[in-house]
Nanobody, 120 residues
């Protein structure tokens, strides 16, 4: 089993920055994609940013130019640098990872979430 643990959430003023981290641990075979999703109250979960093991990135339209995803494959850790934060970025941010396991196919994992509140 693989566990994902997020950290770095909190309260920040509009225009501020936060850096989220997500570390994978446990019985890891070979992590493939790592992504960040978020879910605001009353809204569906949405993709924020993703990164393949090869470094290909993609971003949700609402965060392009403000958020940057990065990862340390040796540490099985993904980061999300969030700049120019807006009140509408307030949400619980979830880490996601997947991997192909021999004989089992694609396995996906989710973290417990870390709360980000952008407010003055």
């Amino acid at each position: 089993q693989v566990q994902l643990v997020e950290s770095g959430g909190g309260l920040v003023q509009p225009g501020g920055s936060l850096r989220l981290s997500c570390a994978a641990s446990g019985s890891i075979f070979s992590i493939n994609a790592m992504r960040w999703y978020r879910q605001a109250p009353g809204k569906q979960r949405e993709l924020v940013a993703g990164m393949s093991s090869g470094g290909v990135t993609n971003y949700g339209d609402s965060v392009k130019g403000r958020f940057t995803i990065s990862r340390d494959n040796a540490k099985n850790t993904v980061y999300l640098q969030m700049n120019s934060l807006k009140p509408e970025d307030t949400a619980v941010y979830y880490c996601y990872a997947d991997e192909w396991r021999p004989g089992l196919g694609l396995r996906s994992y989710w973290g417990q979430g870390t709360s980000v509140t952008v407010s003055s």
